[in-house]
């Protein structure tokens, strides 16, 4: 039995001459090495989550394989902590939890914080350079001469 990691292949189907049965997970077992097992529970997860993404999701935390049902009765407060990683994250962010700030205030000073880094490496980038800051319109223009 052949394992690819294409979407369309999936579900798996019986590979007799006519036959478009759905092989059931119990079949797979019976016939696959534990390495192919192991890929087929991970591929079969990775496409439960894909096709109920309001239902079920998982710790965002890379390589971490946590997955839990989401109900949104549970998670009121937007916090999630995993028991596999013992990690905790914003629900809502999908990001380490912002303990003490609101979703907003969080993405607001991560933008803000990108575009300060952003503009000093701007800045240290035009020191010394041919470039000047027009005094009317603030453009930044390469002097000639």
Not at 91 to 102: A, D, E, F, S, Y
């Amino acid at each position: 039995m052949c394992i690819r990691d294409s979407s369309s292949k999936f579900p798996l189907k019986c590979p007799g001459e006519g036959c478009r049965m759905e092989v059931s997970p119990e079949d797979t077992y019976e016939v696959l090495d534990p390495v192919y097992i192991h890929k087929f529970e991970n591929f079969s997860t990775k496409k439960l989550l894909e096709a109920n993404p309001q239902e079920y999701s998982c710790c965002p935390t890379p390589g971490c394989e946590y997955m839990f049902i989401y109900k949104p009765e549970e998670y009121q407060s937007g916090q999630f902590y995993c028991i596999s990683c013992q990690k905790s994250y914003c629900l809502n962010c999908k990001v380490p939890l912002h303990t003490g700030k609101t979703c907003i205030q969080f993405k607001e000073e991560k933008i803000n914080s990108t575009h300060l880094k952003e503009d000093d490496q701007f800045h240290q980038f035009v020191q010394g350079v041919k470039y000047k800051q027009c005094p009317k319109c603030k453009m930044w223009v390469e002097k000639n001469g």
